[in-house]
């Protein structure tokens, strides 16, 4: 058996997206700049997807410009702003949670000489919102806070920090991260208080290399690279029309079954949840309580057993699961999500992340537990011998 858990590292696209790909390849294959016949067919297509997916967030095309991905767009939404705000003030403020193509750029503006306030996160990895307030009071010129983490599923209060901005009449213009959210927590950027917004399409079962960014009309960005002004002067380059269809197949399908796919997948992960504090002892579970949490991540820390043994062992038996970020996977680091929560050395060590998609079945998660119970005892009968595992 095959069981794919590692859904937010990426998704696999459906028939349906790999059919539109095709299309694109075969009948849309002209230059949406081009003004004969074969551009202006192109052009339309690019139109209409970039509606359709605005629409499923809330959002006017005329808002709505595609990139390569996530960090594209996360670093288009900061740097971008920030080039556009020379005159502002230069403090900034992010939380020390945020994916590496948010944080890594919040550390590189710092040594630039930007004053960056990074917000500490309780326990359960949720932003702290009095210190929110206290960092909007000395009115940053921009607030970034993603809306789901990618190693725990922490939910970030991003309703009650948008109000926060609303009510303080600040003008710090805020980004939202909605990467590991968009079809797995229903938002509207219009009815929330966010300036710009990424997303990512290989997370919601689209192709790989290609995103979007939602920038709320009167927000201003400077491009990061020139050439023939595609996407609003934004984003030149000719755009990946058959990777935008695709993921505009992706959101349509995502956005059709939405809340069934949601409580399927906050079902999945409460009996894996379960079955693992019922048969394993000595855990530690590192995601948030259900009120605080997607549904599509679980976060486990099983003592004495470091996680990337038990990863390749899981492997073995089909199961494929991950350490943490995919982004920082292959370099041996420790998660810096889980050291901002207090975890000990321990339980950074030996951190598993299960995220799930919406085609995953119970009977995985029955085989994925059966596998856990016998590897994990095996694992640390080997590492401990006779003695008990102690915290």
Known sequence: MEVYLDNSATTKPTPEVIMAINRAYTEYYGNP???HRKGLEAERVLFQARREIASAIGAAPEEFLFT????????????????????????????????????????????????????NVDSSGVVNLDEVKAVLDKEPVLLSVMMVNNETGALQPIAEIAQLLRSSGKKTVFHVDAVQAFGKVPFQVNSLNIDLLSISGHKFHGPKGVGALFVKKGVGLEPLFFGGNQEAGLRSGTENLPAILGMNTAAEQTVKSLTEDIAKMRSLKNRLQEEIERNIPDIRINSPSEANCAPHILNVSFLGVKSEILLHTL???????????????RKRSISHVLQAMGRSEAELDSAVRFSFNRFNESAEIDYVVDRLQNHVAALRKTIMGDRKWKR
């Open 33 to 35: 700049s081009s003004l």
């Open 68 to 119: 390569s991905g996530g960090t594209e767009s996360n670093n288009l939404a900061i740097l971008g702003f920030l080039k556009r705000s020379r005159h502002l003030n230069k403090l900034i403020a992010t939380t020390k949670i945020e994916h590496p193509s948010v944080l890594n750029v919040f550390k590189k503006l710092e040594s630039d000489g930007f004053e960056v306030a990074f917000l």
């Open 315 to 329: 492997e073995q038996d089909g199961i494929y699961v991950s350490s943490g970020s995919a982004c920082s996977s």
